[in-house]
């Protein structure tokens, strides 16, 4: 990973670790599994598997994709959003995980 990547992973367990709840940092998915989210959070009963990513608006990907599509505000992270879902959900529910994405927009 990078820097700025670790480094909001770190805040927001702290985040969660401060609000009273229980996390843990790159929990693999299962027992077999050499996968891992970035962030457990436990809310009640519910257990959330975070993936946290960063997009940039002006990436190569983003950038030759608007061309056909008009560009819209966040529409990095929204694409972001989209395939760290189509990835990584079916295996997080299986694993007993709500996926939740974590995505935000560099500049």
Same mark, same amino acid.
């Given at each position: 990973?990078?820097?700025?990547?670790? $480094? /909001? &992973?770190?805040?927001?367990?702290?985040? !969660?670790?401060?609000?009273?709840?229980?996390?843990?940092?790159?929990?693999? #998915?299962?027992?077999?599994?050499?996968?891992?989210g970035?962030?457990?959070?436990?809310?009640?009963?519910?257990?959330?598997?975070?993936?946290? $990513? /960063? &997009?940039?608006?002006?990436?190569?990907? !983003?950038?030759?994709?608007?061309?056909?599509?008009?560009?819209?505000?966040? #529409?990095?992270?929204?694409?972001?959003?989209?395939l760290?879902?189509?990835?990584?959900?079916?295996?997080?529910?299986?694993a007993?995980?709500?996926?939740?994405?974590?995505?935000?927009?560099?500049?």
């Open positions: 990973m990078n820097r700025r990547h670790d $480094s /909001i &992973a770190i805040f927001l367990d702290n985040f !969660v670790f401060n609000a009273g709840l229980y996390s843990q940092r790159e929990p693999p #998915l299962h027992e077999d599994s050499r996968r891992r970035d962030l457990e959070v436990h809310l009640g009963l519910n257990r959330y598997l975070v993936d946290i $990513s /960063i &997009a940039h608006p002006s990436a190569p990907s !983003v950038v030759q994709s608007s061309a056909s599509a008009p560009a819209t505000a966040f #529409l990095a992270s929204k694409r972001r959003e989209t760290k879902i189509s990835k990584y959900d079916d295996e997080a529910k299986a007993g995980f709500c996926f939740w994405p974590f995505v935000l927009d560099s500049t």
